[in-house]
């Protein structure tokens, strides 16, 4: 099987949480909820520490400070139409797949929101990895109508993954 996700560990916690497995599981299981396959897509993942992902956040939301997930998407694929589904992103192949995009994940506020949530770090990982990759693909929560669409997509790809509504 060829790695949907490939994997850069900054902070070695995540190494020890198994991110590349957990990120893998989510991302499939998020292509899955929404119809697509996952050979030809490649998504791009660091596991970071909340420092690093300050710097990033700064950087490309202008907010100098810490957050639990960061994504960039490729391509620009959400629907114009508010709650309407996003444009299917064009896949490469197995040898050449087309990139989804970048996610970073912060291990202390991740660490820190599980436990306030009296959450499993695996499942709050879990969740944050198909939030993020539903992102790459064009889904959102600006709008009332998206937020609807995307959480609920949230909650039924987390189900079949044996992981409880995080809403």
Same mark, same amino acid.
Request: charged letters at 20%.
């Given at each position: 099987?060829?790695?949907?996700?490939?994997? %850069?560990?900054?902070? @070695?916690?995540?190494?020890?949480?198994?991110?590349?497995?957990?990120?893998? =599981?989510?991302?499939?299981?998020?292509?899955? +909820?929404?119809?697509?396959? @996952?050979?030809?897509?490649?998504? *791009?993942?660091? +596991?970071?520490?909340?420092?690093?992902?300050?710097? %990033?956040?700064?950087?490309? =939301?202008?907010? $100098? *400070?810490?957050?639990?997930?960061?994504?960039?998407?490729?391509?620009?694929? *959400? #629907?114009?139409?508010?709650?309407?589904? @996003?444009? $299917? $992103?064009?896949?490469?192949?197995? #040898?050449?797949?087309? $990139?989804?995009?970048?996610?970073?994940?912060?291990?202390?506020?991740?660490?820190?929101?599980?436990?306030?949530?009296?959450?499993?770090?695996?499942?709050?990982?879990?969740?944050?990895?198909?939030?993020?990759?539903?992102?790459?693909?064009?889904?959102?929560?600006? =709008?009332?109508?998206?937020?609807?669409?995307?959480?609920?997509?949230?909650? =039924?790809?987390?189900? *079949?993954? +044996?992981?409880?509504? @995080?809403?």
């Amino acid at each position: 099987m060829v790695d949907l996700v490939e994997t %850069l560990i900054e902070d @070695p916690r995540w190494q020890g949480a198994g991110l590349g497995v957990l990120a893998d =599981r989510a991302a499939r299981a998020a292509l899955a +909820g929404v119809g697509l396959p @996952p050979e030809g897509v490649l998504i *791009s993942l660091m +596991g970071c520490d909340d420092a690093r992902i300050a710097a %990033l956040n700064a950087q490309f =939301r202008g907010k $100098p *400070s810490p957050t639990n997930v960061l994504s960039w998407p490729t391509w620009d694929l *959400s #629907a114009e139409i508010a709650g309407n589904t @996003p444009e $299917p $992103p064009v896949a490469g192949t197995a #040898a050449d797949p087309e $990139p989804l995009g970048d996610i970073a994940l912060a291990w202390e506020t991740c660490a820190t929101e599980a436990e306030a949530q009296g959450k499993p770090f695996a499942d709050h990982v879990t969740h944050l990895m198909v939030h993020a990759v539903l992102h790459l693909l064009g889904y959102d929560h600006i =709008r009332d109508e998206d937020a609807t669409l995307m959480e609920g997509l949230e909650v =039924r790809i987390l189900a *079949s993954l +044996g992981v409880c509504d @995080p809403y």
